[in-house]
């Protein structure tokens, strides 16, 4: 498990010894089903993995990757339950409708780094389908993320964008299907 999976399971130890701590957490999160989903498949996974492991050699590793895609589903739910993130609670607010919370949250990333591209790609994403009006705004957030991306950066959607609006069509098209495939 630890060559496939090797902070998972300590994640998973170390949030839930957190959440035992206050009772009132822990009924709220055994009374959700994805929290029991994911916790019995987990310790499943955790018990078959616990129980195959000491049999393989480190080049079975492949046998084990299947059962840790729970266990790494389990701690990744757990993280953001346990420490919401700037990204998670700007998604959560553009689910809920909520875009001049994310418009301000993003606009506070991007002043506090401003050379991190991924704070103007997403508040280029969030201009472009929440605030069709404000076309031009995005078109500039997407212009500033792919001149601040690096070269390891996937810049390809907003560039797709830009040569869209751009009147390139076959441009746009090309970088967008290589975008998605």
């Known amino acids: 498990m630890l060559l496939v999976n090797p902070l998972a399971a300590a994640v998973v130890v170390g949030l839930l010894i957190k959440m035992s701590r206050s009772t009132s957490r822990l009924r709220e999160a055994l009374a959700e089903p994805t929290f029991v989903v994911l916790s019995v498949s987990a310790l499943g996974a955790l018990a078959a993995m616990i129980a195959v492991e000491p049999r393989l050699s480190s080049l079975d590793w492949d046998l084990l990757s299947l059962s840790s895609i729970s266990v790494a589903a389990f701690s990744a739910w757990l993280l953001c339950r346990q420490a919401p993130t700037l ?7 553009q689910a809920l409708g909520a875009a001049e919370t994310a418009e301000r949250h993003l606009r506070r990333a991007a002043e506090l780094q401003p050379q991190d591209h991924m704070a103007f790609l997403t508040l280029g994403r969030l201009y472009y389908a929440a605030y069709p009006e404000s076309l031009e705004a995005a ?23 830009l040569a869209w609006h751009d009147q390139q069509p076959a441009q746009a098209a090309q970088l967008c299907a290589a975008f998605l495939f």
């Open 87 to 93: 990204a998670t609670s700007v998604l959560f607010a």
């Open 139 to 161: 078109l500039q957030f997407f212009q500033q993320t792919v001149e601040l991306a690096s070269a390891d950066d996937d810049t390809r959607l907003p560039q797709a964008v």
